[in-house]
C-alpha cells in the first residue's frame, strides 16, 4: 500500500517506519528535519516540511492510500496547538484527494476525566485532535495507549474499546506500530478510540 507517515521521526513514528518498509509498503515521511531518518530505500520518499505547511501536507497525501499520525511534542508538556492544527491540514488534506483513512496515536490518558497536572495540555491537545478526526467523515482510528516503551516488544496484548484495558500500565513503542499498522487490512475499530496495552 502507499503509507505517509506525519511523526516518523518520533520514538513510534519511527517503529512504524521500519516495519510498514519491512512489510513491502510504499512509504512517504513528511519530517522536519531529513537527517533523523537513517534509512535508505527505493521504497521510501522523505519530504523535507512542517505539518503546519498546508502545501507540504497536501504534497505528502497526494496519491496515498493511509495516512498515519503520530505527532508529538517528545519531552515538552507545554500548551501547544501544534498537534491539532497539523491534525486539521491532514484532514483537509485528505479531503481533498480523497484519502479516506487515518490511523492516529493519542493518548490513554483521554479516557481518565482527570489526569496529573503535567499531562493537563498534550491531553487537552489530543482531545482536539480526536474531536478533528470525530467530525471528519474520514474512516479514522484513534490509537490510545498509556506509557509508551523502548522494549522490544512483540508480545500478546490487549485490547479495549473506549477505555484502556483494566489495569494497564504500558506498552512497547514496536507493538503500538504492529497495532497501528494492523488497521491498513481491518474495519473492526474505525470511529473508535482504542485502548491497547500489557
Known sequence: MRIVIFGATGKTGNA??????SQGHQVTALVRDV???NIITSNLKVIQGDVLDK???QTAISGQDVVFCTLGTGLDLSPTTVLSNGTRNIVEAMQAHRVKRIVCLLSGWLFYPT???IFKNITEEHARQLEILKKSGLE???VCPPQITDDPGDQPFRVAMGSLPLGATNIS???V???M????KQDFYLGETVGIAY
Open 181 to 184: 499498522i494492523a488497521q491498513l
Open 16 to 21: 512504524l517506519l521500519s516495519k510498514t518498509l
Open 35 to 37: 537527517s533523523k531518518i
Open 115 to 117: 489526569y496529573p497536572p
Open 173 to 175: 513503542k514496536e507493538d
Open 140 to 142: 479514522w482510528v484513534a
Open 55 to 57: 502545501v507540504a501536507v
Open 177 to 179: 506500530a504492529r497495532f
